[in-house]
Every structure is written in structure tokens, then in C-alpha cells.
């Protein structure tokens, strides 16, 4: 049975676990924060950990990323995507109103994760403006907290799957600001993953992830490594600057190919950049699995 580092239960992490699994049995550890999610994979606690990358409104996780680059070195063996559906979550008999609806005015405050909390700012700005926003480790943490504070007009953006596991009731749906809200996950791990992924609207497609770091004093440069991949036509569907954290104004260049690392023509573009004088550090080839028409709702 595979093990699985992951955050909190009832967070959109733990959801997507379940998303991508489906009914194989797996035993899933959870973690409060980031940093113990990639230690217990680093440490060979878990077979692997799950990192959310990327997301629709907020993009890069760049926190994950730095560990990824700087803190471990645990290559990516298989992404997918996973629409996050965050919900407003409390008591509702602490919120209803005379009419028998939910009065926001009642709301003294929302918990949740910094980014789970970006993607409603219209929703809780044009419901609750007077309420005070705290933002904690995860949107689990949130509900928990929530929980735990009873009759004091707290609520936490969260998913359905963390109000069901704490008891709570959703007081507003799907609250996010776009409808096309998706994550984009990491399995990280040592070994490669084996497993057939079956999910209905599923596709998949080659990927790999690099880190190019320029030569200093080389006007062109990036121009030169670009050019690599174009006349190749090899498609970079991101590509994104990164500091090094050496020394001011030294940056990295995180870049997804979608092509796999054995092919000839990524492998012929790679020596092309070192022989430029780059250095390319390669962050993991793998399956890329994008879920289109997804249907949101979750296996509890």
C-alpha cells in the first residue's frame, strides 16, 4: 500500500488525493504544514507527497516551488489537476436570519488559507466587508478552527469534504470568484508511479520539468536557450523566473516541456543550453493529467 504525505484532512489536497486514487487503498499521512509534507517523503516516512503547484487564480505556489528547487531534492513522477471549489463553511443556526436565510452581517470573521482566501475576495467583500480575514496554515486548519470556536461569528472558506469531516454545515457554495478554478498537483517521490490513471474526461500527455540557470555576462542568453526549443518545436507550456537566492538579480528559469526527457529532440536541446554554458537541472518526466469536464463532486 502506497503511503501518502499530504496536508491537513479536508483540504483540497486531500481531496484531489482521493480524486486521483479513486478505490485503490492507500494510507495517507497528513500534515499541518508544507514543510513536513516534503520531510516525510525526503526522510522516507512516505512512498511520496503531494504538492499543489499551481493554481488558476493565484498561480504559482511559489513557497512549494522554493522547496522544491532548494530544500529537497525529490523528482516529480506525476502531475494532475483538480478543480478547487471552495465553500463557506460555519454553523448555520449562528447565521440564519429572521427570513430563514443565511445574514452575513452576523459574520465576525473568515479563516482560511491565503490562497484558498484570494480566490473569494469578491464573494466576502461583497457579503461580509466588515468581517476580519485571518489567514492559517490550511483550509482544514480553518474549519477546525471554526469548529472549535462555537458562537463567536466565525466561518472558514474550505471544502465540502472538511465540513463534513468536522460537522459543519456550508453556508454558501462554490464561492469562489471564477468558475474555472483549478490546481495543479505534484506527486513527488523517489520511484517511479506505476499506476494507470483512469478518470472519465481524462487525458494525459508527456512532461518535464527543468531548471535552466543563465552564465553571467551573457547578453542573449535566454534569447539563445529559447531559440533551442523553438527551432525544434518543442512546446513550453510555462515558463517562469525564480531567484536563486545567491545573489541579487540572479534568477532561474523553471520551465515545463511537453515532451519526455528520453526523446531525442529534448535531449539534443538540453546539451544545446549546457553547451552555451548553462547549467539544467532536471526536476522529473512524467505523465501530465489535465481532467476536462470534471465533474466537482468528491468520493467520501
Not at 70 to 80: A, F, G, S
Not at 168 to 189: E, M, P, Q, S
Not at 257 to 278: F, M, N, R, T, Y
Amino acid at each position: 500500500m502506497k503511503r501518502i504525505a499530504l496536508l491537513p484532512e479536508g483540504s483540497v489536497s486531500h481531496e484531489a488525493v482521493l480524486h486521483l486514487f479513486g478505490d485503490e487503498p492507500v494510507e495517507l499521512h497528513h500534515f499541518k504544514q508544507i514543510s513536513d509534507v516534503f520531510l516525510a517523503t525526503a526522510n522516507g516516512k512516505t512512498d511520496y507527497s503531494v504538492i499543489p503547484m499551481e493554481n488558476t487564480i493565484e498561480g504559482s505556489v511559489s513557497l512549494h516551488m522554493d522547496w522544491l528547487v532548494h530544500e529537497v531534492d525529490i523528482p516529480m513522477q506525476i502531475e494532475w489537476v483538480y478543480p478547487s471549489m471552495q465553500n463557506l463553511i460555519g454553523k448555520r443556526e449562528e447565521f440564519v436570519g429572521s427570513t430563514g436565510d443565511i445574514d452575513y452581517s452576523k459574520i465576525g470573521k473568515v479563516l482560511s488559507h491565503p490562497v484558498a482566501m484570494a480566490q473569494c475576495l469578491q464573494f466576502i467583500r461583497s457579503r461580509m466587508p466588515n468581517a476580519e480575514l485571518e489567514h492559517v496554515g490550511s483550509t482544514s486548519e480553518a474549519v477546525e478552527l471554526v469548529k472549535k470556536h462555537p458562537d463567536e461569528g466565525w466561518t472558514a472558506v474550505g471544502t465540502a469534504l472538511g465540513a463534513k469531516r468536522h460537522g459543519l454545515d456550508i453556508l454558501a457554495d462554490k464561492v469562489t470568484d471564477h468558475d474555472n478554478n483549478y490546481t495543479r498537483f505534484a506527486l513527488i517521490g523517489p520511484k517511479p508511479f506505476n499506476q494507470q490513471v483512469k478518470i472519465s474526461g481524462g487525458r494525459s500527455e508527456a512532461k518535464t520539468s527543468i531548471l535552466v540557470t543563465l552564465p553571467e555576462n551573457f547578453p542573449g542568453a535566454l534569447h539563445q536557450v529559447l531559440s533551442a526549443f523553438a527551432w525544434r518545436k518543442l512546446n513550453l507550456s510555462r515558463i517562469e523566473s525564480r531567484p536563486t537566492k545567491k545573489r541579487l538579480g540572479n534568477y532561474y528559469f523553471y520551465m515545463d516541456v511537453l515532451e519526455s526527457l528520453d526523446s531525442v529532440l529534448l535531449s539534443s536541446a538540453i546539451k544545446e543550453i549546457e553547451a552555451l554554458g548553462c547549467h539544467v537541472r532536471a526536476l522529473g518526466s512524467y505523465p501530465s493529467y489535465t481532467f476536462e469536464g470534471t465533474k466537482t463532486e468528491v468520493r467520501y
